[in-house]
Structure formats: C-alpha cells, structure tokens
C-alpha cells in the first residue's frame, strides 16, 4: 500500500470566493462579493441596520441563511437537533457552549458565504470537523454561529492516486477504508472517530484516548529532548502530586510520553520546510501530555492549579538541565498556552506574514474567538503555566 499526501479541500472554501482574485483587494467590498456568488443582502435580514451590530447581527445572519437555504441548514436553540449536536462533543466543557445556530452546509461556496455574512454583521463564527478538542470555544462558539462540517465528506484521489482530496466533515477510520480500495493510503489520525479537521491543521501526530465522551475535560503539553533523567523526574513527580487531586468525583489524570524521532523532524523539513519550529538538530524529542477527565465544573480550578504545578516543576527542572524545548504541540495544548510563540520568532513572523496576505481584516483572528491565535493563547492573564 502507497502513503500519499492529503488536501483538505473545504477549508480552502472558507477563505476563497468564487471571484477570480484569489486573495482580497485593499479595496475588498463584502456586500459585492455576496453579489458575485449571487447573493443580494438587499433582500435578506443582514441588509438592516441592526443587523450591523455584534448583539444582533447572529440572529439576522442565522435567518438569513435560512432563507438561502433552506431551514434543514439551521438548527436553532429551540430544536431536538440542536440539542443533539452540542452533545455530540467528546468534551462536557464544549457541550456547555450554546451558540446561537448551528449551520450545515453542503457545499464548500455555502462556508464562503456564511464567513462573508458574518463579517458584514460581526457575528462570531467557528467550525467544527470532529468535534474533539478538550476546551469550551475550541470548535463552539458562545452566542455565535457553528459551522457543522457533518455534510462535507467527500474523499477522491488524483488521477495519478497522487493526491487525496478530503472533505472536514470525515473522520479518519473511513477515510482509510475508503483509500484502501485503491491501495494507497495517507498520513492521519491513529484512532478511527478523530475527525480529519482539526488534527490535520493542530498538527497531525494526535493519539487520543478510548475513554468514552461526555466527561470534562484538559489537555496541557511541554517538549523537552530526549533525556532519561527528566524523563523519570517528570514520571515520579506526577504520581507523587496525583492523591492531591483522588477526592476529585470521577478524576481520571494521564500522563502520556510519546517521542519525535529525529528522522521524523527531518521528513517535517520537506515541502516548505516546518512551521512549528522543529529542527533535526535538537532532536530527538518527547512531548509530555497531561490529560485529565473529571465530572464536575466546580472541580476546574483544581484541576487546572495541578496540572500547572506539574507543569511548572518539570518545566523548571528541564531548564537546569538544558534539556528544554520550546514547541507545544497544539493538539495537545490547553486554553492557557500560546501555542504559536512556541514555534519560535521566524516561525510567527512568517506564518504572520502569510496570514496578512490571505486575512488582511483579521476575519479569522477576530470573528472566530475560540481557538488559538498568531498573538495570544484562547485564555489570557489566567495564572495557569502558560509556556
């Protein structure tokens, strides 16, 4: 069987038009735009004036989109199906967050469209593919509007089987059986329900845990190289501070090793280099996760003060012993990480750069709140370990 690369065609839809400039003019008219993909705002709810307003502008936009198609596309806070598809996060903490509609396109141009009516209201958006990030606001949105990748799941190869192209609404085990048909596979998730989405653009080395959903839940993350002795502090360190957080109802903390071959970082390197900081020369790595899962929201802070104790010692002991690395791998990372500064300077100003070229207004850094940004972590100033 053939590995071959993998294109994520949707999330192309989200930034492009159908126009033939690829990227946005300075002189970028949104209601024009809406024109050209043949949608006039004159006749939707977004036309208003009201509408204009972050405290309106969802439920202007939401009944918009209803109107152009069609109301099986909108599920609203008053329908079983809502209900359904909040509970259908892995996380209790992103099940806790209402958004104001759900949307459920069917084609990539409908997203297009959605972003460009949010940004003519200013209403919040985000997007969610498999639904497994840990924190509230990583695929939800408070108040917002959540794009469901659920109808978006097509998988078809290249002529040359070269390529795959595959649609954010699949998860991983169909996508391998599907490929396998032809004999040719890609580099994916390990496990079968993650969706494709979110671990293809968080970075793609994810192994999540069998552990059924609906619990809540954290994830928190440091690199360091591969040493022995950090290893073992890290190890006995953690199941030495684990009976402070046992009388937690229903805690059940992880500690998780995995290690980053040198020559894995050196095949990072191809096709543009890598832009999370990586180099075959400080390699070989380990990632430490913590994860944790307990039932009650009264119990978070606790929760969180332990895993950033443990973070903050082992952090500090791999310091003096020069064995410190900077990445944080985002997939892993919680709400209180800058996951982007750890990919160093260069990496951040380039990525900067590139996001400039292709988000001159800042839509996807200012309208979709939730998940990590170029500048910040989702939760600022919290007190938690934050590097």
């Not at 039932?295 to 104790?309: H, I, L, Q």
Request: hydrophobic fraction near 40%; include cysteine; proline fraction near 5%.
């Amino acid at each position: 069987m053939k590995c071959y690369s993998l294109l994520i065609p949707a999330f192309l839809g989200v930034v492009t038009s159908a126009s033939e400039s690829r990227f946005e003019p300075s002189n970028f008219n949104i209601t024009q735009a809406l024109l050209d993909q043949g949608v006039d705002v004159s006749e939707l709810p977004v036309s208003s004036v009201d509408a204009k307003r972050s405290d309106t502008g969802c439920a202007a936009t939401c009944a918009s989109l209803k109107i152009l198609y069609g109301d099986a596309a909108i599920e609203t806070r008053k329908e079983k199906a809502f209900d359904e598809f909040t509970s259908s996060y892995w996380s209790s903490n992103q099940a806790e967050v209402n958004p104001y509609c759900i949307f459920e396109p069917h084609r990539p141009s409908q997203i297009s469209i959605l972003v460009l009516l949010a940004r003519l209201t200013k209403c919040s958006f985000t997007a969610k593919s498999g639904g497994h990030a840990a924190f509230a606001g990583a695929s939800s949105v408070e108040g917002g509007i959540t794009i469901s990748f659920a109808n978006l799941k097509e998988v078809s190869l290249s002529r040359d089987k070269k390529i795959a192209s595959i649609e954010p609404g699949n998860i991983w085990g169909p996508v391998y059986e599907k490929l396998a048909k032809s004999d040719v596979t890609v580099v994916g998730g390990r496990l079968y329900n993650i969706g494709v989405g979110g671990l293809t653009t968080g970075g793609g080395i994810s192994f999540f845990s069998n552990i059924p959903p609906g619990l809540r839940e954290i994830y928190y993350v440091i690199t360091t190289k591969v040493n022995h002795d950090i290893l073992v502090f890290a190890r006995d360190y953690f199941y030495t501070t684990v009976p402070t957080v046992a009388g937690i109802p229903g805690i059940i903390p992880v500690f998780v090793v995995q290690g980053i071959t040198t020559p894995q970082i050196k095949q990072m390197q191809k096709n543009g280099g890598n832009a999370m900081g990586m180099s075959p020369d400080n390699g070989p790595l380990l990632i430490f996760q913590l994860c944790a899962m307990w039932d009650n929201k009264s119990d978070d802070e606790a929760v969180y003060r332990w895993m950033s104790d443990i973070l903050e010692t082992v952090t500090k002991e791999a310091k003096a012993r020069a064995v410190k690395n900077n990445y944080v791998y985002m997939n892993y990372a919680s709400q209180f990480q800058d996951v982007i500064a750890s990919y160093g300077s260069s990496n951040k100003a380039k990525l900067k750069s590139i996001a400039k070229k292709h988000d001159p207004q800042q839509v996807f850094q200012k309208l979709q709140p939730g998940y990590f940004k170029l500048d910040r972590a989702p939760i600022l100033n919290s007190g938690y370990f934050s590097h």
